[in-house]
């Protein structure tokens, strides 16, 4: 990946161009921009069959992270850690822009700060990272237009990412000075220790083929074609009991990179014991002996 050149700018849209012109180092953050329209930072949406929309709402600031906006999102993220029959919940940003990284007036106030003062800031963002990636239900970041160091974060501590063609991403940090750091553990998870260390100190901007190839997305959309995404995936997880999909995303967490031993066969012999036992366990095996729809996909 070599530095930006103009047609890399070309690509972007207009008002990223100018971010980029106003501060050639601007990336993950964005130029001061007018007052959002709506106060309202943090949208939610929720469908009758356990579909939820997410949605960072400052689309005049391309949705770019400031202290209440994380504040938001983490109460947003944990609301939906007890919500009952929610099976999928996808993250995405108002006015065709995931998110631009760090607010610009947010980083001039934090350059103030002591060193405490920005430990106890960037703990916020840590806990709404955490409290994504805590969500029982699958999560799937939906990148339109650009994902910007932290917005790049988010979208990996999601269980799945998919992106719209002409997407970008950077992890620009270390331009500005900085490093990476509450977002590196989820982007490590994704992309790997090795892909990690590239992105972060080469610190380029890179599209969307090249964020599948390094495991960043799963999945490039054409142009128009989100909402039949969002409806087919909706299907396909619609036949799927909610509290199993919860267990089977604490059992991925809670056993990956352990060591197999006879613990660890333990554990996962008492989990498959308790699910067979459980309400979902027997609707759903004896909806399918009886050949009908277990209760929850009805």
């Not at 128009?224 to 299907?235: K, P, Q, R, T």
């Amino acid at each position: 990946m070599a530095d930006p050149t103009q047609s890399d700018l070309n690509a972007l849209d207009v008002t990223d161009a100018e971010a980029v012109e106003i501060n050639s180092i601007a990336q993950p953050l964005v130029p001061d921009a007018a007052p959002d329209a709506n106060d309202d930072l943090v949208q939610i949406r929720s469908t009758p069959d356990g579909v939820v929309f997410v949605t960072i709402n400052r689309p005049a600031k391309k949705n770019a992270f400031d202290g209440p906006t994380i504040a938001a999102l983490r109460e947003a993220f944990e609301t939906l850690h007890g919500a009952d029959h929610v099976r999928l919940v996808f993250l995405r940003g108002a006015g065709g822009t995931f998110s631009a990284g760090a607010d610009l007036g947010w980083m001039r106030d934090a350059a103030d700060w002591s060193e405490g003062d920005n430990r106890d800031d960037a703990m916020q963002l840590a806990y709404m990272l955490k409290a994504l990636r805590d969500i029982p239900a699958l999560t799937v970041a939906l990148v339109e237009g650009s994902a910007m160091g932290g917005g790049a974060g988010m979208v990996a501590a999601c269980d799945m990412a998919v992106a719209v063609e002409g997407a970008r991403f950077a992890f620009s940090e270390v331009k500005l000075g900085l490093i990476p750091a509450t977002i590196a553990p989820y982007v490590i998870e994704a992309v790997g220790a090795r892909r990690a260390r590239q992105l972060f100190l080469t610190a380029n901007i890179f599209d969307a083929d090249y964020a599948a190839h390094a495991g960043l997305i799963d999945m490039i959309l054409p142009e128009g074609s989100v909402d039949e995404f969002i409806s087919m995936l909706s299907d396909s997880v619609s036949v799927n009991a909610p509290g199993a999909m919860g267990d089977a995303k604490r059992l991925v967490n809670e056993v990956a990179g352990r060591h197999i031993d006879h613990g660890l066969m333990e554990d996962t012999a008492k989990r498959i014991a308790r699910a067979r036992v459980s309400v979902e366990g027997q609707e759903g095996v004896r909806a399918f002996l009886d050949k009908r729809k277990p209760v929850w996909s009805e």
